[in-house]
């Protein structure tokens, strides 16, 4: 993963310095890491990332938060 430009932290995480979701992207890859863990990579594709994000706006997954 050397050819990572930079990662960019979620706006949702305001000022916290460790409490963020960051993502970087590699050709045909996104890769996500949580910052207080930043060892810790997933890589999706970017149409994969967009169907997760519809699906958690649209509450697809509020049930388990209950």
């Given at each position: 993963?050397s050819d990572i430009q930079?990662?960019?932290k979620?706006?949702?995480?305001?000022?916290?310095?460790?409490?963020?979701?960051?993502?970087a992207?590699?050709?045909?890859?996104?890769?996500?890491?949580?910052?207080d863990?930043p060892?810790?990579?997933?890589?999706?594709t970017?149409?994969?990332?967009r169907?997760?994000t519809?699906?958690?706006?649209?509450g697809?997954?509020d049930?388990?938060?209950?």
């Amino acid at each position: 993963m050397s050819d990572i430009q930079h990662w960019r932290k979620s706006s949702y995480s305001g000022d916290a310095a460790n409490n963020c979701v960051e993502l970087a992207r590699i050709p045909g890859t996104v890769l996500l890491r949580e910052s207080d863990e930043p060892q810790t990579v997933i890589a999706t594709t970017p149409a994969a990332l967009r169907a997760l994000t519809r699906v958690v706006k649209a509450g697809r997954f509020d049930q388990l938060s209950r």
